[in-house]
């Protein structure tokens, strides 16, 4: 059975950084296709970034510029740098795997980690 497991979350000023961890163990992630996703209290979870195909990476709008997705295969894990941050970026971020084709819709996703909370705020 997957488990993915995120860390890295916590209190960071308008501007900060943070880089949140997605540790994978159970199966290989080399050849999944793996999204960073983010969630509000009261609203839907949506995606953030998505990694597939090894190398290929998509961002939403306002994900892109600020915010990198990338994974070691030799850890088995996945990351999302976060640059620039603000505070429209606070949520609980959930790391997701799937294998085979891409997709942004969480329905699509088999395996889910339990989030970690970031928050934006000074």
């Known amino acids: 059975q997957v488990q993915l497991m995120e860390s890295g979350g916590g209190l960071v000023q308008p501007g900060g950084s943070l880089t949140l961890s997605c540790a994978v163990s159970g199966g290989v992630i080399s050849p999944a296709t793996v999204g960073w996703y983010r969630q509000v209290p009261g609203k839907e979870r949506e995606w953030v970034a998505i990694s597939w195909n090894g190398e290929n990476t998509d961002y939403t709008d306002s994900a892109r510029g600020r915010f990198t997705i990338s994974r070691n295969s030799a850890e088995n894990a996945v990351y999302l740098q976060m640059n620039n941050l603000k505070p429209e970026d606070t949520a609980d971020y959930y790391c997701?795997?799937?294998?085979?084709?891409?997709?942004?819709?969480?329905?699509?996703?088999?395996?889910w980690g339990r989030g970690t909370q970031v928050t934006v705020s000074s």
């Open positions: 997701a795997a799937k294998y085979y084709r891409y997709s942004r819709a969480p329905p699509d996703y088999d395996y």
